[in-house]
């Protein structure tokens, strides 16, 4: 008898559910095709809890950008706080007198957190996971794990817990997406970043590359460790600020980029 495509995917929604009670999220193999089945609940891409229960927020939000009514931008570093470069770019930001949101690892802050002990009121220090792991490939009690424990350790760590979240990679699927509403935290991905592979023969035009993706509301990527190649960035940061000054842009953090975006927003329909 020929099996439908629907009737797999109940087939698969009935495995997660378990005939032992427990409702378990199923795991996607390494690769699928586009023809295999996915379980109804359960899977990374499931913004549905497993055990079909209420979810714990009505709404959540993702964010690439801010309105763009005003010549504001936000710069933001990934994956630190590290002793190697975070120092440096904390210096240059300090140098330039510019506030920026650094989305923080938990094991960073567990191991290095007192890098950013004077951060707090001058930067806005967010959620980018405890491990950086692909939440793309997550389901729903692993996104939560990995969210909710960095939100934590960085509450312990600096008195505030963060309200913005960043999915490792720009990877989310539904489970992502749900594990940050229930904790009250917006997503922020972005509208421009440090394209450091497509300058490595002239390291210089950074500056201008940066500068050539930057709109009103932009929300720039980039990072305070990784691979060499991303020091491309750190050491042209004072060249990069100073650029944008002169295009006429004013350095704000993200959370303070999103409340001009809503305030312009209630003044448009006021």
Not at 78 to 105: I, K, N, Q, S
Not at 126 to 141: S, V
Not at 220 to 244: E, F, K, W
Request: negative net charge; hydrophobic residues 40%.
């Amino acid at each position: 008898m020929e099996v439908t495509r629907r009737q797999a995917l109940t087939a698969a929604a009935g495995a997660a559910v378990g005939a032992a009670g427990a409702v378990g999220a199923l795991r996607l193999e390494e690769h699928l095709d586009q023809d295999t089945p996915l379980p109804f609940y359960g899977s990374p891409v499931s913004a549905i809890r497993p055990d079909r229960s209420a979810p714990a927020a009505a709404a959540g939000s993702v964010v690439w950008a801010g309105s763009g009514t005003e010549r504001h931008v936000a710069l933001t570093f990934d994956d630190g706080p590290h002793p190697d470069w975070t120092p440096r770019v904390l210096a240059a930001l300090a140098a330039e007198d510019v506030p920026a949101t650094f989305f923080c690892l938990g094991r960073d802050v567990r191991d290095h957190g007192d890098l950013h002990r004077e951060s707090v009121g001058r930067h806005e220090l967010a959620n980018h996971t405890f491990e950086h792991p692909d939440l793309g490939r997550h389901d729903w009690a692993e996104c939560r794990d990995e969210i909710e424990r960095t939100s934590r350790l960085m509450k312990d760590t600096y008195g505030v817990a963060p309200t913005l979240f960043r999915p490792p990679y720009g990877h989310v699927g539904g489970a992502a997406l749900l594990a940050a509403a229930e904790a009250r935290l917006t997503t922020v991905l972005w509208s421009a970043q440090a394209r450091e592979d497509l300058v490595a023969d002239r390291p210089d035009g950074i500056v201008e590359d940066i500068a050539g993706q930057v709109r009103p509301g932009s929300i720039v990527l980039a990072h305070d460790t990784g691979s060499q190649d991303r020091l491309v960035t750190i050491d042209r940061l004072p060249a990069i600020i100073r650029r944008l000054r002169d295009d006429g842009y004013t350095f704000v953090t993200v959370s303070a980029l999103l409340a001009a975006s809503a305030s312009a927003t209630t003044a448009s329909h006021g």
